[in-house]
């Protein structure tokens, strides 16, 4: 008796929708990159069984709780070791990591660099507010110089780090950097294949403020 072959389902926004609203402040540039990531997965065909979200701490970290894919919220700064290990147990998942600015080039700033030395498969969303939103508005390390927190009323008194240079020198294979606001740009950075099989590309954000002078974008980056 003859098998008939069962056609995939078509994947919709609907199918990656989480099961928790996300509680993030109104405006704020993480919403877009959400619906940015649930889109490229969409054109891409991903089933939801097939990618795994991984984060650290902070706002921009309670992602993989907002979208229907397998998920680990992971300890502050250490999602790309989390993540590093899931590749490596399982090859065929596509993996995506989402953190912020502190959680990605603060505390984690180690495994940021290390990540990518070591050519990872996997795609790092970093989305950079230049701040600590989280914690209501510290200084962060993507902070401008002479900016003013609750950590530094008289203004920021270092100079941010650079994290597309960074990762430039790091060795990333696809390095792109864009703002929360443009969908469809977020889109297409999110589904560009990138010529070589790798890094995690980093990607700087700041979604709620298009204004900063270091990244003034959401960050997607695809290996």
Same mark, same amino acid.
């Given at each position: 008796? !003859?098998?008939?072959?069962?056609?995939?389902?078509? %994947?919709?926004m609907?199918?990656?929708?989480?099961?928790?609203?996300?509680?993030?402040?109104?405006?704020?540039?993480?919403?877009?990159?959400?619906?940015?990531?649930?889109?490229? *997965?969409?054109? *891409?065909?991903?089933?939801?069984?097939?990618?795994m979200?991984?984060?650290?701490?902070?706002?921009?970290?309670?992602?993989?709780?907002?979208?229907?894919?397998?998920?680990? #919220?992971?300890?502050?700064?250490?999602? %790309?070791?989390?993540?590093?290990?899931?590749?490596?147990?399982?090859?065929?998942?596509?993996? *995506?990591?989402? +953190?912020?600015? +502190?959680?990605?080039f603060?505390?984690g700033?180690?495994?940021?660099?290390?990540?990518?030395?070591?050519?990872?498969? %996997? &795609?790092?969303?970093?989305?950079?507010?230049?701040?600590?939103?989280? &914690?209501?508005g510290?200084? /962060?390390?993507? /902070?401008?110089?002479g900016?003013?927190?609750?950590?530094m009323?008289?203004?920021?008194?270092?100079?941010?780090?650079n994290?597309?240079? %960074?990762? *430039?020198?790091? +060795? !990333?294979?696809?390095?792109?950097? !864009?703002?929360?606001?443009?969908?469809? #740009?977020?889109?297409?950075?999110?589904?560009?294949?990138?010529? &070589?099989? !790798?890094?995690?590309?980093?990607?700087?954000?700041?979604?709620?403020?298009?204004?900063?002078t &270091?990244?003034?974008?959401? +960050?997607?980056?695809?290996?």
């Amino acid at each position: 008796m !003859a098998t008939e072959a069962i056609a995939p389902k078509t %994947l919709t926004m609907k199918d990656f929708k989480g099961r928790v609203d996300p509680d993030w402040c109104p405006g704020c540039g993480d919403f877009g990159v959400l619906a940015a990531v649930q889109k490229a *997965l969409v054109e *891409l065909q991903i089933p939801n069984h097939e990618v795994m979200t991984i984060s650290g701490i902070g706002c921009s970290s309670n992602f993989p709780g907002f979208i229907e894919t397998y998920g680990m #919220h992971t300890l502050h700064g250490r999602s %790309l070791a989390v993540a590093t290990g899931m590749k490596m147990a399982n090859h065929a998942m596509t993996v *995506l990591v989402t +953190g912020g600015d +502190g959680d990605g080039f603060g505390i984690g700033g180690n495994h940021f660099m290390h990540t990518m030395r070591r050519n990872v498969d %996997l &795609t790092y969303i970093v989305m950079d507010n230049q701040i600590y939103g989280l &914690t209501t508005g510290q200084t /962060s390390p993507t /902070s401008r110089l002479g900016m003013k927190t609750k950590s530094m009323p008289f203004g920021s008194v270092e100079a941010p780090i650079n994290p597309i240079s %960074l990762a *430039l020198a790091a +060795g !990333a294979t696809f390095v792109a950097r !864009a703002f929360s606001g443009d969908q469809k #740009h977020r889109v297409a950075l999110s589904t560009r294949p990138s010529n &070589t099989r !790798a890094s995690p590309s980093s990607m700087s954000s700041a979604p709620a403020s298009p204004t900063t002078t &270091t990244t003034p974008s959401s +960050g997607s980056v695809r290996a």
